[in-house]
């Protein structure tokens, strides 16, 4: 019976008026089926998951490993991909992003408390390692709008986060020291402090980065990641970032980011360069000794003064004579100090200077050849030299370079918050930043932003008791501080 049925069905499935129909419907339902297939998976899922938390869901129940699961995760959580659906996508960064960031920064509640913000910093400077106020400050403001951190790092420092918590991780950072320096500018807001002063605009820098954090908290729904913010002391002396790397400020970032004030540049004018920026720098003390003696009896005395004399001149072959006059460097003898007895050959003569180059080769090859300088030249006049390089002081900067990826990405940004018209590849200057130490360790950019107005007096170079800066360009700063790292985010960690 059963041989007979088969046989009957085998006669008219393969039959060749019946066969072909068949078998076409068979792969039309198959299709439906494995098109439908996700979506009757994905409505499954929401049934089990989304009422209560309590009810079984024996369909998604795999091995142990957890293979075949779809996690769900709260909003504020690392997403986790499930193999089951895609994972995903990122949303397109639009020109409406950037406006909106520099609109939120632009409001007028925004500008006037960036400008209390900095005002309160400039009349209570603190240099390096004793910026307790302005850490506290920092941290109220932090407070405010609910965004964690850790405090201390590197004495008075902090590294406040905003964000998912999770991967990828990008930074930003402020320097918060002021220069024992008087200012001599007179205005309401002058220093409170005598013999210091913000007179290289950190006090804005720190006003921007927490304008930043406003921004960025405002916006932290939409995040792709983790935003680090750094408030790091003594920038000006003490290499405070190499003490913040010290302590954790880099942990799992992947790059980061800094702004500094420039009298060069029109208010909001942004520049950088990919490649090096700024130079390494470092700077060195010699002792030459020879042997004391009346000067009207010279050959009774071992001359360190003529010994140094020479030491200084032939110091200025090394750039000369011995660099690459397309790899810019400097030697220059800053201090000569032999004594103020007119009529006595002095014992000792010490003399000292700073060095400064755009590569970690050139800057060492530097240090190596100032010793070897001063020692054999003092040798040659019967005097012996000793040479410190302040390295146990930590007073030695590497070069600033820029990746040029990261550069790429702040032009990106500046170009679409400012314009292009307001953008520019600046030149490499001389002068040294600790950023410098950030940069070694991940992939970073330095740039500057504008501060000069010259119908305000704001002209003047850092490190003068005249600096000063035009305000206007705080909520710029904050609204490109926080687009650098939500843009970074969306689109390249």
């Known amino acids: 019976m059963h041989l007979y049925l088969l046989s009957s069905v085998s006669l008219f499935l393969f039959h060749p008026s019946i066969a072909v129909p068949f078998i076409a419907l068979l792969s039309s339902l198959l299709e439906m089926v494995l098109l439908l297939y996700p979506f009757l998976l ?14 079984d869901c024996p369909f998604l129940e795999g091995s142990s490993s957890g293979a075949g699961y779809l996690v769900v995760k709260e909003s504020n959580a690392t997403n986790v991909s499930s193999p089951l659906l895609p994972p995903p996508t990122r949303r397109s960064w639009t020109q409406d ?73 990008v930074a930003i950072r402020a320097d918060m020291d002021a220069l024992p320096i008087q200012e001599a500018v007179e205005w309401e807001h002058k220093s409170k402090i005598p013999g210091k002063m913000h007179a290289c605009g950190h006090d804005a820098h720190v006003a921007m980065l927490i304008g930043a954090a406003k921004i960025l908290k405002t916006r932290e729904h939409i995040l792709k990641g983790t935003v680090i913010l750094l408030f790091q002391p003594a920038e000006e002396a003490g290499v405070g970032a190499q003490r913040m790397i010290e302590d954790g400020a880099l942990e799992n970032v992947e790059a980061i980011f800094a702004v500094h004030v420039s009298h060069e540049h029109p208010t909001s004018f942004i520049g950088s360069r990919p490649g090096p920026l700024l130079a390494g720098c470092g700077f060195f003390q010699a002792v030459i000794s020879g ?42 003898v800053a201090s000569f100090n032999g004594g103020d007895n007119l ?118 170079t850092g490190h003068s008791p005249y600096f000063m800066i035009d305000e206007d360009v705080l909520p710029t700063g904050a609204a490109v501080h926080a687009a650098i790292a939500e843009r970074y985010l969306n689109e390249i960690g």
């Open 42 to 55: 994905l409505l499954f899922t929401v049934n089990c998951h989304g009422g209560n938390s309590d009810l």
């Open 97 to 169: 992003d950037s406006d909106t960031i520099l609109e939120l920064a632009r409001r007028r509640e925004t500008v006037d408390w960036l400008k209390g913000l900095r005002r309160r910093i400039h009349e209570n400077p603190e240099l390096a390692y004793e910026e307790v106020e302005t850490s506290r400050l920092i941290r109220d403001e932090l407070d405010r709008m609910d965004v964690n951190y850790r405090f201390p790092m590197a004495e008075t420092g902090l590294k406040a986060s905003i964000g998912t918590g999770g991967p990828p991780f």
């Open 291 to 332: 042997k004391e003696g009346r000067a009207g009896n010279p050959h009774h005395s071992v001359d360190p003064i003529l010994a140094a004399s020479a030491a200084v001149i032939s110091l200025q072959n090394i750039v000369s004579r011995e660099a690459n006059p397309m790899d810019s460097q400097v030697v220059s």
């Open 343 to 460: 009529d006595m050959i002095p014992e000792s003569v010490v003399i000292g200077g700073t060095f400064r180059a755009f590569s970690n080769a050139s800057f060492y090859q530097l240090l190596q050849r100032i010793e070897e300088v001063i020692v054999e030249q003092a040798s040659v006049y019967r005097c012996t030299a000793t040479v410190n390089f302040f390295e146990k002081e930590h007073h030695i900067y590497p070069p600033t370079v820029n990746d040029e990826e990261m550069y790429e990405h702040v032009k990106k940004v500046a170009v679409d918050l400012v314009g292009p018209e307001n953008f520019r590849v600046v030149p490499p200057m001389m002068g040294a930043e600790d950023f410098s130490f950030y940069s070694e360790v991940v992939p970073a950019a330095f740039f500057y932003i504008g501060v000069r107005n010259e119908e305000l007096g704001s002209i003047h």
